[in-house]
């Protein structure tokens, strides 16, 4: 009732006060930085636009080997990029032919039942499954980078493509035409492959998040999964649908007379062996061998007692036939007009940079591990090359697999030379083998590729997701959900579309931020992230952390003025605004804009602009729009530090 209520004499006053303590505090005798913020020449406009250029999709200057070299070394040179293998062959011996041809065995002896199971994930034959394993490997032996990497279908892929031709044709009753269409979409994924190498275009394969990449990658590992309880169960009728209440419906509607219980006994029996040698294997890694070789043991061992037990006679399904010989010519096969055309084109490039974007993630770790340079785009040339060669000789989509580049990699590999060597035992499996796999049985074809896929749900990686980035955790579980209770081709629209959604978001809305004095330094601080950092009387100081494009220009503006609105609101006087701009990488003509409206705005609250530190580009377009004009060139400054100190003297003048 008896309060005092504060005027706006006693308000000024007592801004004069703190700002007479904070220039005691500061010790403002000192004079502030010689140094103005600099303006580089201005370039020309070609000139500039050959270095935009040139950083974009030049980087790593490919041509500089070149420069001021004799006809016959750029030559080499040349031969030496295209074929890496006349690179890395100069220095090959016995030691690292040993290495490789250890691990060229132990991957062959994982990949040809994962190939058989594989190509039952794409509705083809399983000799498709091997020829995808004899001839892409060749061809990466000669073109590919990746000392580590083994070339072959893989789990994901093979899902994604028999879902999408699918959609298209019935694999049983049009079983010629959907074959012509997977070939036709083998070709055209390998074209989008090299193309995007060759125009350097790779960047475009990282829009996918990791995020996003985990929930699709362990969604789809469960989908697989769960396509093998067909198999694994010994059910006859199954849906076509890749969802889990379908695949469910499917399961335990013909329970219990559907189930063929020697069938399920079979499966558990390889299921448990091929978990438990997997098991030695991470613990031990001189056992690393073993979960490579134990695919093709229960495969050996389960077609063995089929054989001799009759087992097809009681319900068990088999392989019954894998065609004999090597790769048979598809050229003429492949559409290049019509109806399918499109729908192959269409496939192709859904499928190859799916394809892409798990074979450049696994070339790049073990290229981490060590510690040598893989050329993104020189790899994604050589995988479509082979993928283009490969669909003309019956291969589908082939790409690095995990599992196997893993095996490689801990079988001692030196070089490509045991894809090669991998390559020449499925040539021989091909041209003398295939006959003994007539008893297979599909159960333990189920057991080898659910016991495969387990290792793609990454739930550490999507717990550990959760605790960093929130926002990362929802586009993880949109594609994971997506995949599993809609479709592959949904969780992958779904990935995508949250990975720009998320990348929008962050253009659209930069974060912002309001600094404040270290105490006895002159640096300045978010005052969130430190809390005794202290507010300069009279200044707000706003950090913006982007760059000031059309997309946030607007929301930049509007962001600055509520952080000012919200002082005003506190009963704080604002003289100056200072923008920190050192983060700020580019602006463009909406930003240069957005700022011209901020500086009136400020001036009808007399409130005074200045900015802190602006970069090159910022200070090159700034002095072309005539800003520096507008602005005045002493509202520039070289740090925060010599800003505060400006409008403190300047606030005292007027006091």
């Not at 063929?260 to 448990?272: A, H, K, R, S």
């Not at 980035?469 to 629209?493: P, R, T, Y």
């Not at 009136?600 to 007399?606: A, E, G, P, Q, V």
């Amino acid at each position: 009732m008896g309060g005092h209520i504060v005027t706006s004499n006693e308000v000024e006053n007592l801004e004069a006060n703190n700002i007479k303590q904070y220039e005691s505090e500061q010790k403002l005798e000192k004079s502030p930085s010689t140094y103005k913020v600099g303006c580089p020449p201005r370039k020309k406009f070609l000139k500039e636009f050959a270095d935009g250029l040139k950083e974009t999709f030049f980087a790593d200057d490919p041509l500089k080997p070149y420069k001021d070299q004799p006809g016959s070394r750029k030559f080499l040179l040349g031969l030496q990029f295209l074929f890496p293998i006349f690179e890395w062959g100069r220095d090959y011996n016995l030691i690292k032919f040993k290495g490789d041809i250890i691990a060229g065995l132990t991957i062959a002896s994982l990949c040809i039942p994962q190939d058989i199971g594989y190509a039952k994930l794409a509705n083809l034959e399983p000799q498709n499954g091997l020829y995808s394993s004899f001839v892409p490997p060749l061809v990466y032996a000669l073109m590919g980078s990746s000392r580590d990497i083994a070339i072959g279908p893989v789990a994901v892929v093979s899902l994604l493509l028999g879902s999408l031709l699918q959609d298209e044709l019935d694999p049983i009753n049009n079983k010629e035409e959907y074959l012509r269409l997977a070939f036709t979409a083998t070709f055209f994924a390998g074209i989008t492959q090299a193309l995007l190498g060759f125009l350097r275009l790779g960047f475009l394969i990282d829009f996918l998040s990791h995020a996003a990449i985990v929930g699709f990658m362990s969604g789809a590992a469960i989908t697989i999964g769960l396509q093998q309880l067909k198999g694994f169960l010994g059910i006859q009728k199954f849906t076509k649908q890749t969802d889990i209440i379908s695949v469910m419906k499917s399961v335990f509607h013909p329970f219990p007379h559907g189930w063929n219980w020697p069938t399920i006994l079979i499966g558990t029996i390889f299921l448990i062996f091929l978990l438990a040698a997997k098991h030695v294997g991470k613990k031990n890694r001189k056992l690393f061998w073993l979960p490579a070789i134990a695919p093709l043991i229960s495969v050996v061992l389960a077609t063995f007692f089929v054989y001799i037990t009759h087992a097809e006679r009681h319900g068990v399904q088999i392989v019954k036939h894998i065609k004999k010989g090597i790769n048979p010519s598809s050229v003429n096969l492949i559409y290049f007009s019509g109806p399918l055309f499109a729908k192959g084109v269409k496939i192709g490039i859904i499928a190859g940079m799916i394809a892409l974007t798990e074979a450049v993630a696994i070339g790049r770790t073990f290229a981490s591990m060590k510690d040598y340079h893989l050329d993104g785009n020189k790899e994604m040339v050589a995988l479509g090359t082979m993928n283009v060669v490969g669909s003309m000789t019956s291969c589908y989509v082939a790409t690095g697999s995990f599992s196997r580049s893993a095996v490689n990699y801990m079988s001692g590999c030196q070089t490509p030379v045991s894809n090669l060597v991998m390559s020449i035992v499925v040539f021989f499996t091909l041209l003398l083998i295939t006959p003994l796999f007539k008893y297979t049985p599909n159960a333990i074809l189920s057991s080898i590729i659910i016991s495969a896929v387990i290792n793609l749900i990454d739930y550490e990686a999507a717990f550990l997701i959760w605790k960093v980035d929130k926002f990362d955790f929802i586009a993880c579980m949109g594609a994971f959900l997506g995949v599993v209770f809609a479709s592959v081709e949904i969780g992958l629209l779904i990935a995508v579309f949250i990975s720009f959604a998320k990348l929008l978001l962050q253009v659209t809305r930069p974060r912002t931020a309001i600094l404040g004095n270290l105490p006895g330094t002159t640096i300045y601080r978010n005052i969130e992230q430190y809390p005794d950092a202290s507010r300069v009387p009279g200044v707000l100081i706003v950090r913006v952390d982007s760059a000031i494009y059309f997309t946030n220009s607007n929301y930049v503006k509007e962001r600055i003025l509520r952080w000012l609105t919200d002082e005003e609101e506190k009963l704080k006087k604002i003289e100056f605004l200072i923008v920190e701009m050192s983060p700020v990488t580019d602006i463009d003509t909406s930003g240069i804009h957005a700022l011209e409206e901020l500086f009136k705005s400020l001036k009808k609250r007399n409130v005074q602009l200045a900015l802190a530190n602006p970069g090159p580009v910022i200070m090159e377009k700034l002095h072309a729009s005539e800003f520096m004009e507008l602005i005045g060139s002493d509202k520039i400054f070289l740090t925060v530090g010599d800003a505060v100190l400006n409008c403190a003297k300047k606030s005292k003048e007027v006091v």
